[in-house]
């Protein structure tokens, strides 16, 4: 049986009913999960569902008895159950409008046994759900990281079994995905490992944090289906004060929301400013919550965290000072296409620091934009960036910046501003790229102007 085709046509089933793609995955995730739960019942493993809630008594109904039963009995009370089944029920609310597609979709997902499939499988399958949503619904890309920029980034940090690792602005959970395929891979798919490592990898090794509840859902399932429970995974803001930021972690690796505006400064102590900013934020947040003997990190920055004045030089100031930055990556320009048209880098830190000196990879000069068809943005881009990175071996787009240098310039840590070999390289930009950034960075061009129509009024 194709499976993967099997999931595209349940969801021709409840696109049918209506629903547009962030809801059919929604209905799809609780209902596949639901399934799951039954089958790992049935091998006398799983965890216990109330009586009468559960995949059988579901498939048992038919007509509006079935519709009425899955709204008003099912997804209510398995929102009140604690723990995981809790997590993946919480404020789901029914979707479908004909009793019909309701049952079609219980018969075609009934076909199948899931719980026996292989978890990269069904992981890749729900994987390509999430790309496809993060691709259509309007907002949805930033909870979505490509997977050759995780793949890369991963294979620089280099997890292990052993460490906590963390993202705290997790989305659809991708770089908690990538550490723990690359954690397979170095140990065999797992047989290099003990019995109580093999434990805590799938429980305990993991954990993440995320804003907004749909997308913490998608997160669980898109781990459960990878063969991921991870014991903590809160719901709520990261850059808020609460318990979550008393955790040290070995490992942090995040793709943090960009571009916004928050609507006050959160106050945490640790933070060196009070900025709006939630790039600069989850970049102070990142920091202070990386351990302080170990700790390594990899973030995902728009440019101006890396070049802007004012709150984000003392950010880069303390975070030189605090950490080793020991390398920065620049994305070819539009990396994230179609998910946002934002410049956009890697950059890696580790404690204990001070910073002596950053080694720079230019991935960008030069490099066509990258399309979504066309020109992809594809893992073999950074095959030359991972064999020089371990011995900071510098050439033609590599170079390494030391702290004095970087002091004289503001602590500005773009790449190409430093490029020894003076080769300036910079492809047309299209229009409507220019057009794209200035929308999602609007509410800076009105304080800007702002700033200047003030700054004329003084002096006339």
């Not at 972690?249 to 400064?265: A, D, W």
């Not at 946002?340 to 890697?346: E, F, H, P």
Request: aromatic residues 10%.
């Amino acid at each position: 049986m194709d499976i993967e085709a099997k999931v595209w046509s349940i969801c021709d089933i409840l696109r049918a009913d209506g629903m547009h793609i962030g809801t059919y995955i929604e209905q799809l995730t609780v209902l596949l999960f639901l399934k799951m739960l039954d089958e790992q019942q049935a091998m006398g493993s799983g965890v216990p569902l109330p009586e009468g809630c559960d995949w059988q008594t579901l498939k048992s109904k038919q007509g509006l008895d079935l519709l009425n039963y899955y709204a008003y009995t099912l997804l209510p009370k398995l929102a009140e159950q604690s723990g995981v089944i809790g997590d993946i029920f919480a404020r789901v609310n029914n979707q479908f409008r004909e009793p019909v597609n309701l049952r079609r979709a219980i018969d075609e997902l009934d076909e199948v046994n899931w719980s026996a499939l292989e978890a990269d499988v069904k992981g890749a399958i729900y994987e390509s759900l999430l790309e496809r949503y993060a691709r259509e619904a309007k907002g949805a890309g930033q909870y979505f990281t490509p997977r050759s920029a995780i793949r890369a980034a991963v294979q620089v940090i280099a997890p292990r079994a052993s460490e906590d690792i963390h993202d705290p602005a997790a989305g659809t959970g991708g770089f908690l995905i990538g550490a723990y395929e690359y954690i397979l891979a170095q140990t065999h798919g797992g047989a290099d490992l003990k019995r109580e490592e093999r434990r805590r990898l799938k429980s305990q090794t993991f954990s993440g944090g995320e804003l907004v509840a749909e997308t913490r859902r998608l997160a669980l399932m898109n781990l459960a289906l990878h063969g991921i429970e991870p014991e903590y995974f809160y719901l709520g803001d990261s850059l808020g004060p609460g318990s979550h930021t008393e955790r040290r972690y070995e490992v942090v690796m995040t793709n943090p929301p960009y571009g916004g505006r928050l609507q006050r400064p959160p106050k945490r102590p640790e933070f060196v400013v009070e900025s709006r900013s939630s790039e600069l934020n989850f970049v102070m947040h990142v920091a202070s919550t990386l351990r302080h003997d170990r700790g390594r990190a990899v973030m995902v920055v728009p440019d101006g965290v890396l070049f802007q004045s004012g709150e984000a030089q003392r950010v880069r100031e303390t975070l030189l000072e605090d950490c080793d930055v020991y390398t920065i990556l620049a994305l070819p320009q539009s990396a994230f296409v179609p998910y946002t048209g934002v410049q956009t880098n890697l950059i890696f830190f580790r404690k204990p620091g001070p910073t002596e000196a950053v080694w720079m990879y230019d991935l960008r000069t030069g490099i066509p934009s990258r399309t979504k068809k066309a020109r992809p943005l594809t893992f073999d881009l950074f095959e030359d960036f991972l064999e020089k990175q371990p011995g900071r071996v510098e050439g033609e787009r590599s170079w390494v910046v030391k702290r004095e240098t970087l002091a004289e310039r503001d602590f500005i840590l773009t790449p190409e501003r430093y490029n020894p070999n003076q080769v300036a390289r910079y492809e047309y930009v299209p229009p409507l790229w220019v057009a794209r950034e200035i929308q999602e960075h609007h509410h800076r061009v009105a304080e800007a102007i702002k700033v200047l129509t003030e700054l004329l009024e003084e002096k006339t």
